[in-house]
């Protein structure tokens, strides 16, 4: 401990940063290499120590490329508290390209150039509900948001079905304000706060994914989702083995899930039968909903997502139509 520490001020004196300034972190990069998601603030200054081989190099900057760009600076100092320091500034990207690593090889790692930390979208919303933030913001409640959630949520999903990833990455933006707006808004009411949505969802992950987390072994996906919901019958204490199906969910694809769950299988035959007796019946409108329920019946038979397979084929009539007007 005490030579990383001689390090770390050796270092921050070739660098000339002030290794008491606040917000500077130091990471060792052997614990840096473990993590799947680094823990790291990206708007706050970082300096990684002991990068003592290519592999370890090469597994920071995995880690790192979770939060920062590929050209984002990164500045190696070798030699530090010698009379001739090398330092040298090159981007994430070719980071772990030097020819020589060592254990007083250290990489600084500056704040990303704009914000992108969880803790900066938390202080602007937190801002905007402030007493002297926007009347608009603070005026909204967990209610008054839902029909803007729900806008936000099939946004996202037009962003997808074009494959869009450009404006995916705005409308996930989007659909993360709703959930801080959320959060923030429990929050101030004593309900819950953001950091329990995490901990709730992390440690529900963890819980349900033994063959990952723990020392289950499976043999396929099938198992994997039994092992899932036997461990959420569990959580529940012998509740009912499926949650309710959300009502606002859209009618195609909440049939599905009845379907599903019901084991409700349909045959071509059975597509066949209930789509001859829309000519015939007295009240079409039920018939036509049971020839749409075999539909979906069968599709999730088949590992078919209707909702998708509707929105896709309405998408390209939506295309042909607009060709036509032209």
């Not at 490329?65 to 001739?84: E, K, Q, S």
């Not at 066949?272 to 599709?299: C, D, M, P, S, Y």
């Amino acid at each position: 401990m005490t030579t990383l520490i001689l390090d770390v001020a050796a270092a921050c004196a070739a660098l000339k940063l002030d290794p008491r300034a606040r917000g500077l972190q130091i990471i060792d990069a052997d614990a840096l290499a473990r993590r799947h998601f680094p823990h790291l603030d990206p708007d706050q200054p970082a300096l990684i120590a002991r990068v003592s081989s290519r592999a370890t190099a090469r597994a920071c900057q995995r880690a790192l490329g979770i939060l920062y760009p590929r050209d984002h600076p990164i500045t190696r100092v070798d030699a530090a508290g010698t009379r001739a320091p090398k330092i040298a500034t090159q981007a994430l990207a070719q980071a772990e390209r030097a020819a020589k690593f060592t254990r007083q090889t250290m990489w600084y790692v500056p704040p990303r150039a704009q914000p992108g930390g969880l803790s900066a979208l938390g202080e602007v919303v937190a801002h905007l509900r402030a007493p002297e933030g926007c009347p608009w913001d603070r005026a909204q409640t967990h209610q008054s948001l839902r029909k803007d959630f729900l806008e936000e949520c099939y946004e996202v999903l037009e962003t997808l079905d074009a494959n869009d990833i450009p404006h995916l990455r705005e409308e996930l933006g989007d659909l993360l304000l709703h959930i801080f707006l959320q959060a923030q808004i429990a929050s101030e009411s004593g309900e819950f706060l953001l950091t329990d949505v995490i901990a709730d969802v992390a440690a529900k992950l963890a819980r349900r994914h033994p063959h990952v987390f723990g020392d289950a072994q499976v043999n396929g996906t099938d198992e994997i989702i039994a092992n899932w919901e036997r461990i959420k019958r569990a959580e529940k204490n012998g509740a009912p083995e499926h949650s309710p199906i959300p009502r606002a969910l859209p009618a195609l694809a909440r049939a599905q899930k009845i379907a599903k769950r019901g084991k409700i299988a349909a045959t071509p035959r059975d597509v066949q039968i209930a789509v001859a007796k829309l000519t015939r019946a007295k009240n079409r409108g039920q018939a036509f909903g049971e020839a749409l329920f075999a539909l979906t019946a069968f599709a999730a038979a088949q590992g078919i997502d209707a909702e998708s397979a509707l929105r896709s084929v309405a998408a390209k009539r939506i295309g042909a139509t607009k060709n036509r007007i032209r």
